[in-house]
Every structure is written in C-alpha cells, then in structure tokens.
C-alpha cells in the first residue's frame, strides 16, 4: 500500500472521530491549548501504527491512543495531578460503598432541575480524580458503551462498571455540596 | 435477589448494561425495594443531567487541517520535501512548495466555513428529531422506489438542488424511497435506506455559502450515529441507530457513488 493510499485509508478511519479524540484529551487535560498539542500527537502516533489496526469501527481504537498520549503527556507535563487523592470526607459524610447519600432531596431530579448553571456539571466532573472522570466522561458524554470503554482504557468491563459507579457518587456529592455553597477541596 | 446484590449492579442496570436474566432479576426487586428504587433514580437522574449538561468538546477550526497537513499526500509534495526527513514529523516538517500552495488554499477557505459549532448542532438535533418522526408516523417516504431513476426527477421538481440518489441493494442497504423534510428553516431531501431491520435517513441540503468538501464527521445525538459530510455545494447527514461501521459503510458507499 503505498503513502498516499494508507493516508486516504487512514484519514477515512480516523478523522470522523476527530471530535471525540479532542473531547476526551480536553476533559483528561482540562485545557483546549494542551488538548490541541495531545490530539495532534495522538493522530501521528495513530498513523505509525495505523498498519496494524484491524476493525470495524476507528472510534476505540484511537480513543485508546489519544487516552495514552494523554497520560503520557500528563506524566511529563504536569505529574502531579495524576496522584490527588479524593477526600470523601470534606462534609464529614462518607460516601458508603452502597450508594448515593442518602436523602436531603426526596426528589432527585430537583438537583438538577433548571441547570441554572450548566456551567457546574463542567466545574464538578472536571474536579474528579482522573481515573473516574475518563470513565464518567467516556460513558456519559462520548456515549460509548462498557466493553468500548473497556478497550479504550484497557481495564475489566467489571473495573469500569465500579469506577463509573464510584465516578457517578463522587459527581452527585460534588453538585450537592455546589449548590449548598459548600465548595469540597480537592 | 437482596439488596447488597443489586446495589452492585445497579450502574449497569442504569445504563442497560446487563444481561437479560440479570436485569430481570434487578428490575423485579426494584418493584419490590423502595430504597434500591430510590437510589436507582437518583442514579439515572445524575446521567441523564450529565448527558444534558456536561460540554461535548469539538475540535477546534483548523486542528483538522493541521492534522492533514502532517500526514503524506499528493506525490509532489513529498518531491520538493527535504530528502531524508519523514514527511509527518511535526512539527519540523519542512514546508515543500506543493504543500505551501495546499495549505495556503486550506487557509483561504477557512474564513469560507460559515457554519460555527453551534449551528451544526443545532442542525444535528433537528435532522435526529426529523428521523425519529419518520419512523413514528410510518411516514417514512412520499415516493416508495429503490429506482433512482424514479426518485431523482421525483426530487428536481420540487426541491432547487438535485440530490444524488443511488440504491446499494446489493451491498445490503436498498433505497426505500424519498420524502421532502424541513430543516434549517428550509425544505430538504431525504433518502430512505433499510439496513436489516433498522432505517437509515440520508439528508441532504445545500451547503453554506461557499462552503469546501468537508470529510465525514462522526458524532451521536440522543443515542443516534450521525454522520455529516459535505461534497460539491451539498451537505449530507445520515441518521440512524444501527451500528456506527454499518452507518460509515454506507456513508462510503455514498460518497464512493
């Protein structure tokens, strides 16, 4: 297959995602300047290795690669933010292994009625610990499903079961303790 | 099943994740359990307010360009490039006289690309909105013919743009027919397409301004593929829930035509 042929191939496979390879870097990196560097990275990466992609769908496949470019970029530029351990414990309320606190809101939905600020679903998710916010973000945002996430970040479909569980806690405390005006530490 | 049990699969079963027996299982204590309940809406309503609220980043204007830019393309590009150097090492790539040239009408049509961000979605939620109706009213086509010489001259009277209309029966996904629909304030064509039991809409609607090819972009609406391209002054999107590489095959296919 000659250069041109890979590239068309290549661009075929991969570009039509372009748009979820900049959603996920910007969510990992929480920032469009460092998502764009990420992205740009993980596409050539993508290409070097594009002989050896077989499959249907580009979508996990480079997913994968942008998540690694990702942390390896991460790694480099700004370590310690891959080790910030999450305090459960800020309102002196710990988040059982069972579920979600329990209830001040009868109504669940009421937490999240209006959205007058849409802007605090971005701050909360963007708060949690890495591991749980690529789970949260590749599920309920980028729409994929556990066995694509589990081949994005190569973990059981069990592991990303409980980190979407655990991700999901952590987001719903978070937006309590928001619009109570009680902002948690991170 | 007791509640310990299902408290630990309650996330899958939020996100139909489980399997039949299993998510039988669960749903029939929730009947049951007021607590499991509780905390199973509490968790639904926590991912659908993320779905609704939550930024889906779009890649910024110009990081596709740039993208392509790095990558091996036309043979005399690589002829005027510095021998010895791979083309797609960024970013020292070393500009080639072909590649100025290419890049410099790449930047001249940028400022062309009149459709922002916001408005492509804006049309994506009405080109999802339009299919679901099409399969809810079982209205789905006004010109029932896997003909394209039935359904193109059916379009020419009645729409300004000509739709290209092809059937692909023998690659598994046979033209059903057409209908006119109504997006972006303006009447539009679509093509109806069956692939096994699931319905695929093909729109296609003339391009902004003088808006350049645009390769297929992928995305998902309201659990939809949808895929957008545009090619010679039209643009097209295809709509559907069957499995996004059946989607991209026909999107080939189409474009291939």
Known sequence: MTDETQSRRFQEVALPHLDAAYNLARWLARSDDD????????????????????????RPWLLAIVRNTCYTWLR????????????????????????????????????????????????????????????????????MSYKEIASVVAIPIGTVMSRLARGRRMLYAELTRMREGVSGGM | MECSAVRKLLTAAVDAELELRESAEVGCHLEGCADCRAQFE??????????????????????EERIRAALPSAPAARVAAVPGRKLWQWPQWPIAVGALAGLFAVASTIGLYTTLPGVDERIGDEIVSSHVRSLLADH?????????HTVKPWFSGKLDFSPPVRDFASEGFPLVGGRLDYVDHRTVAALVYRRA????????????GRASDAAPRAGSTHGFHTVRWTRDGMTFWAVSDVAAEDLMRLVALLRAA
């Not at chain 1, 990420?38 to 580009?58: C, M, N, P, T, Y």
């Not at chain 2, 039991?197 to 902004?208: D, G, M, S, Y």
């Open chain 1, 35 to 58: 998502a764009k560097d990420i992205v740009q990275e993980a596409f050539l990466r993508a290409f070097k290795s594009f002989a050896g992609f077989r499959g249907a769908s580009g």
């Open chain 2, 197 to 208: 039991k699931h319905t695929i809409n093909v729109f296609a609607l003339p391009a902004p």
């Open chain 2, 140 to 148: 789905a086509v006004d010109i029932v013919s896997s003909d394209q």
């Open chain 2, 42 to 63: 509490r968790e639904r309503a926590l991912r659908s307010a993320v779905r609704s609220n939550a930024t889906y980043f779009r890649a910024p204007a110009g990081l």
């Open chain 1, 76 to 143: 480099q530029h700004r370590s310690a933010q891959l080790e910030v351990p999450y305090d459960d414990d800020v309102t002196g309320e710990a988040l059982g292994a069972d579920g979600f606190p329990e209830g001040r809101d009868p109504n669940p939905e009421a937490i999240f009625a209006a959205s007058e600020d849409r802007r605090l679903f971005d701050v909360a998710l963007a708060k949690l610990p890495i591991e749980f916010r690529e789970a949260v973000v590749l599920r309920d945002v980028e729409d």
